[in-house]
């Protein structure tokens, strides 16, 4: 999942790209997105996140709506690596459970997801969110993506 909508710096009045929230807009389109994964019967065992403020907060509003799994800030995902090596590494780790949800940034979310789908030109909007199967190796497929303007209540 990409985080929801956040304003810019300038916009939330923060010091630093790594402090800005989500916005009310941001909030409602990721318990829209996790809303539709509770309803397709996700249940992440754990929900990984950037340490970005944004994407902590998504997570949290996740969580919230996906009946509560812990949430772990994950330094990897706050684009410092590729998207392929991001996959490796988490697909590399036991979690210890099946499901793991991760809430980053463009272009990581979008590199990982091209990575496993063989698709180059993936992108993610706002709050998007992708399912994949993804092997211990970092293989895997898609198995279906949404943006919360394409979820129907």
């Known amino acids: 999942m990409r985080h929801g909508h956040s304003p810019s710096v300038l916009e939330a009045g923060v010091g630093s790209d790594r402090e800005r929230p989500l916005s009310e807009r941001g909030r409602a389109e990721v318990r829209r997105s996790a809303a539709h994964l509770a309803k397709a019967g996700a249940k992440p065992g754990i929900i990984l996140c950037s340490p970005l403020l944004r994407a902590k907060q998504t997570a949290e509003e996740a969580a919230a709506q996906l009946g509560g799994p812990p949430v772990r800030p994950y330094d990897p995902l706050a684009n410092v690596l590729p998207g392929s090596a991001l996959v490796r590494e988490v697909a590399a780790f036991d979690w210890g459970c099946d499901e793991v949800l991760l809430v980053g940034h463009m272009p990581q979310v979008a590199e990982a997801a091209s990575h496993l789908s063989e698709d180059r030109a993936f992108s993610f909007s706002t709050a998007e969110v992708a399912s994949?199967?993804?092997s211990k190796d970092g293989?895997?497929?898609?198995?279906?993506?949404?943006?919360?303007?394409?979820?129907?209540d």
């Not at 293989?139 to 129907?152: F, N, Q």
């Open 132 to 134: 994949f199967e993804v």
């Open 139 to 152: 293989s895997g497929r898609l198995l279906w993506k949404t943006a919360p303007d394409e979820v129907v």
